[in-house]
């Protein structure tokens, strides 16, 4: 995992033309902005590990990736 220290304002590209930037930090947390290209989903980590765990419990033929496709982003 690389770790590294940002200010609001400052951003960070990754291959594939995603950039984050940190909008805001606080003793509460860091809030980023997200730029991808419209075919990247992005989906926060506890919404996708709930939406796993709802398909463990429903019934054979749930697919994760089909329940959350076509989210851009998820606030």
Known sequence: ??????????AVIIAG????VVLASDR???R???????HVN???EEILA????????APAGADAKAL????K???
């Open 28 to 30: 509460r947390g860091v």
């Open 1 to 10: 995992m690389l770790s590294l220290r940002r200010k609001p304002g400052d």
């Open 50 to 57: 709930q939406v796993a765990t709802a398909n463990r419990a």
């Open 42 to 44: 992005i989906v926060r």
């Open 73 to 75: 982003a998820t606030g």
């Open 68 to 71: 959350v496709g076509g989210v």
């Open 17 to 20: 033309g995603i950039r984050i």
């Open 32 to 38: 980023l902005g997200i730029d991808a290209p419209p």
